[in-house]
């Protein structure tokens, strides 16, 4: 080792724009903010979407759309899923418990039972909310829904 080899070890330098260090470093004297104007003053933040003055983008473009405070959102579950759920671990009778046990649902969702798929075992289901051809495919088979309030 010798002199004309030395090098500084991996990561202890770092590769960014030293500013406010005289005017030969290429980025003294203003320190690259410029001259007056609130940017070249300490504590100086723009307001998010701020555009130099102009009207912003999220005033400009039109309001739109409607957001309903009263509607309730259900978790969907199709006949079908039930259907393989019951073929495969037996079970017949279907609440939120077991819903929600077996991964179909949360505790705090409200399920809503739809009729994709074909019911081929007797089934009896407890759900908040049922399509119609889900009630009727249920029922045709020999099951029951029951309605939870």
């Given at each position: 080792m010798n002199l004309s080899n030395l090098k500084p070890a991996q990561g202890s330098t770092k590769n960014r724009k030293r500013i406010g260090r005289g005017t030969g470093s290429g980025h003294g004297g203003?320190?690259?903010?410029?001259?007056?104007?609130a940017g070249s003053r300490s504590g100086n933040s723009r307001k998010i979407g701020f555009e130099g003055g102009q009207m912003p983008l999220q005033r400009r473009l039109p309001k739109f759309g409607f957001k309903n405070i009263n509607r309730?959102?259900?978790?969907?579950i199709n006949v079908d899923t039930l259907?393989?759920?019951?073929s495969k671990k037996g079970i017949t009778e279907?609440?939120?418990?077991?819903?929600c046990s077996n991964g179909l649902a949360s505790k705090n969702d409200l399920v809503k039972v739809l009729g994709?798929?074909?019911?081929?075992?007797?089934?009896?289901?407890?759900?908040?909310?049922f399509s119609a051809t889900a009630k009727s495919a249920i029922e045709n088979a020999g099951g029951s829904v029951n309605i939870i309030k």
């Open positions: 203003t320190s690259t903010r410029g001259h007056k104007g309730v959102e259900y978790k969907s259907e393989a759920l019951s279907f609440t939120h418990e077991v819903m994709r798929g074909e019911v081929k075992s007797r089934l009896n289901v407890s759900a908040h909310a």
